[in-house]
């Protein structure tokens, strides 16, 4: 079992764990992949999907899996909701709360908004993504992706492309990857690249050649135009010049290295259509994973909650 009711970032989150979670993902995957896809793990059990920001996968494979293991699965968004007349997260969270919410799945905007939730309930909170920090289950189903495909993720590399400045993904998979025994390497503009970003355990070079050459793994990551106050670089067509994913630069990377995005993917900006379609990419099952991965998590996290008597 887990150690915390919560699971909010991949930072404080030991191997242990994490190695729990990805064995646990095997077998819920292969519930999505039956004919019957119905296990009675969270009978009883309710999840609120908390969402002060859009979201497409994130969302919709929560849902699911609270679905797939017959939970009752709830959605609230900002704009939607009292937010919109002015009350604050923690009047919101409570409120959730004693409606007998036994897990709430936040993304929000503002960096650490999962950690305050998390004080004020007594449901599990999972970190759905806070600002720029983390977006722990994204990393999860990375890592779970790159597992499938080489069997361990000791030792691999894995190469980082893109916006890291505002990615709560990079972060997460710096963190996780880094306990897991892989090698790092960010790469990006200079503009896109946090200040001592090789404090969080990786390597960081502005030459993505350097860094995609020999990896085992490419991530791509979205250029997060809406959290940039002011243009970082000069069009989207230069940014693809110098830092997007094409052929040309995937194959600098081994053979058989997988091509990789948390989605949504900017097609000729991040990535090229050939990449994102082609033949090393496993976007697609990335998402499938997605599912595999929540399920865990909102199976082991209950069983948490009930060996602790919560």
């Not at 699911?64 to 293991?69: N, P, V």
């Not at 979205?222 to 994913?245: A, D, M, N, T, W």
């Amino acid at each position: 079992m887990l150690r915390s009711k919560d699971l909010l970032g991949l930072r404080n989150t030991g191997a242990d764990e994490i190695r729990e979670i990805l064995d646990t993902a095997k077998i819920m995957k292969q519930v999505i992949a039956s004919n019957n896809k119905k296990t009675p793990h969270l009978q009883g059990k309710s999840v609120i999907t908390v969402f002060y920001e859009n979201s497409t996968r994130t969302r919709l494979s929560f849902e699911l899996a609270c679905k797939y293991l017959s939970g009752t699965a709830s959605g609230m968004t900002a704009s939607a909701s009292s937010v919109a007349k002015g009350e604050t997260l923690i009047d919101t969270a409570r409120t959730l709360d004693v409606m007998g919410t036994d897990v709430m799945i936040l993304r929000h905007p503002m960096t650490g908004a999962p950690h305050l939730m998390a004080k004020h309930v007594r449901a599990s909170v999972i970190n759905a993504g806070d600002g720029t920090n983390e977006h722990p289950t994204q990393a999860l189903l990375d890592m779970f992706s790159m597992e499938e495909r080489f069997g361990s993720l000791e030792g691999l590399r894995v190469a980082i492309v893109g916006d890291v400045t505002h990615s709560r993904v990079a972060r997460s998979n710096i963190y996780g990857l880094g306990k897991m025994g892989a090698k790092v390497v960010v790469a990006g503009p200079a503009t896109l690249m946090p200040v001592e970003v090789e404090s969080l355990g990786c390597e960081a070079t502005c030459r993505v050649d350097d860094a995609i050459r020999g990896a085992d793994v490419v991530m791509g990551l979205r250029i997060q135009l809406e959290r940039q106050k002011k243009g970082l670089f000069p069009s989207v067509r230069e940014y693809h010049k110098f830092f997007g994913l094409t052929e040309e630069r995937i194959a600098l990377a081994r053979k058989d290295a997988l091509v990789m995005h948390p989605g949504p993917i900017n097609r000729g900006v991040e990535i090229a259509s050939d990449v994102a379609d082609g033949p090393q990419s496993v976007i697609d099952g990335q998402v499938t994973n997605g599912v595999a991965v929540r399920m865990a998590l909102l199976y082991l996290l209950t069983r948490t909650r009930a060996e602790a008597g919560v």
